[in-house]
């Protein structure tokens, strides 16, 4: 019997093993020397600015507690997100000026590039543009998170980014690296980069989180900007 | 009966939520040169295979492997022997953490002389939840790398830096015929201390590609063999 148990477990976890995609890829330093300007893709970044628990207490009580749950989550999200446009606070606006200025720190030569992706859809792009020698590889990003996350209940709000990172080679569309840089990673961050967000924008209640936009927002944007400035450092 | 439940079920969510306390050595910040060598000794090089089923790993221990810098201080090190290039392989070294500590590494290549041909400082590694982490390429162009030290980078021994760590716990509960489970996010924070002493590994893997994605496949099925056995 612990034999055929141990069999059932190897074949499924040879299936699950399977289907596992690399999320990340080095860089090459050999690659790097080639790379001196880079096309950054409009990322896929929601507007939507988060505020929500990981484990949010109502979800242990089954699928009305979920449901509760996912509401009261809603409902912070989009009272957050109104007072975050009220600032003028656009993510995808922010993130594009961090992002542009991390890498010029880095010294390289940056194009932003428009590109159409699906709306409401947080992924690489399937397919990259031609090249037309105008840059040597496009930067392909798109954050998963972007916003206030606690751990729990008894836990503070903290900003939160998420950003996954596609580094393609202009000519062929090879990849030449892939990354996942989180501020703020809720557990072990899955082999993610994982930073320490600043103590100084803990919020422990929603009404604190709220009471204050500014201020929160200065804190997510300094989450953008130590986000944008690790892959920067990533780069270069 | 009821009551030895409920204080069972209590010290359980006390436990989880305090987490365990940070166990491990002390961080060692601070080495003198008498007693190390006065270069880095290559005779003990601890060998390191491509695809190999066993990782190596390494120990830096206060007091064993140091070697003398200018100024009266010391820094820890160890030598490892590359593998004889046949084709080109990646290699990934890691540093834990270890309690408080975590060694801070920097990492040399040097010909079969001692000479150095490539260096891959502290800011190369990231630290990806409690490890940092870097990979190193090797390709005909570095067939002259025969060995690899890494020592104890001091520019940032002793410096300290904070941590945040998150997760979940869920506890079985019956209320009168109704099981549920009782969901709880949880955190602690801490900090740890960039030090001379920690624990490294160090993986090297062919860039064949068929050969990399069934080794990709093994890894993944051995963390979900661990995963379901626990």
Redesign the interface.
């Given at each position: 019997m612990p034999l055929v148990r141990l069999l059932a477990?190897?074949a499924?976890?040879?299936l699950?093993?399977?289907c596992?995609a690399?999320k990340y890829r080095?860089y090459?330093?050999?690659a790097r020397t080639k790379v001196m300007s880079i096309g950054l893709l409009t990322p896929a970044v929601s507007d939507t600015v988060a505020v929500r628990?990981?484990?949010h207490?109502g979800?242990?009580?089954?699928v009305v507690g979920m449901l509760i749950a996912e509401g009261d989550m809603e409902g912070k999200t989009g009272q957050f997100t109104r007072a975050a446009k009220g600032k003028g606070f656009v993510c995808s606006k922010t993130f594009l000026t961090q992002l542009d200025a991390g890498l010029r720190g880095g010294g390289y030569d940056v194009k932003t590039i428009e590109v159409t992706r699906p709306y409401h859809e947080y992924a690489f792009l399937e397919q990259y543009p031609k090249a037309d020698g105008s840059v040597d590889a496009y930067l392909d990003l798109y954050t998963d998170v972007v916003g206030y996350i606690?751990?729990?209940?008894?836990?503070p709000y903290?900003p939160t980014v998420y950003l996954n990172v596609r580094l393609v080679r202009a000519t062929d569309h090879k990849v030449l690296y892939q990354d996942r840089i989180t501020y703020?990673?809720?557990?072990?961050?899955?082999?993610?980069?994982?930073?320490?967000?600043a103590?100084d924008y803990e919020y422990w209640n929603f009404d604190a989180l709220v009471a204050d936009p500014a201020r929160a927002l200065e804190g997510l944007q300094i989450a953008m900007r130590a986000t944008g400035d690790?892959l920067a450092?990533?780069l270069r | 009966m009821k009551n030895a439940f409920r204080i069972l079920m209590l010290s359980l969510l006390a436990v989880a939520a305090t987490g365990c306390a940070s166990r491990g050595p002390a961080a060692v910040t601070r080495m003198q040169a008498p007693g190390c060598d006065a270069r880095w000794d290559m005779s003990n090089a601890q060998a390191i295979q491509v695809d190999s089923l066993r990782t190596v790993q390494h120990s830096f221990e206060a007091g064993t492997g140091c070697v003398a810098e200018s100024d009266g201080s010391a820094v820890s090190y160890a030598v490892f022997r590359l593998p004889r290039y046949r084709e080109d392989y990646t290699l990934q070294i890691d540093s834990q953490i270890n309690g408080r500590s975590l060694f801070a590494p920097e990492v040399l290549t040097l010909d079969a002389s001692g000479k150095v041909l490539r260096e891959v400082p502290f800011e190369r590694f990231a630290l990806r939840g409690d490890r940092l982490q870097t990979t190193m390429f090797f390709s005909q162009d570095n067939a002259d790398e025969q060995y690899l030290l890494m020592r104890s980078a001091r520019q940032v021994v002793g410096h300290g830096e904070r941590r945040v760590v998150s997760g979940s716990f869920v506890i079985p509960l019956v209320a009168g015929v109704l099981p549920f489970l009782y969901m709880q996010g949880t955190e602690s924070e801490g900090e740890y201390t960039y030090a001379h002493n920690g624990v490294v590994r160090l993986q090297a893997r062919s860039n064949s590609p068929a050969l990399r994605r069934n080794l990709q496949a093994r890894d993944a099925a051995r963390s979900e063999i661990g995963f379901l056995m626990r």
């Open positions: 477990l190897l499924l976890a040879s699950l093993g399977a596992a690399p080095p090459d330093p050999a628990m990981e484990v207490p979800q242990s009580f089954g606690a751990a729990g209940g008894g836990t903290r703020n990673a809720f557990g072990d961050g899955g082999g993610a980069i994982t930073l320490t967000a103590k690790e450092r990533q | -």
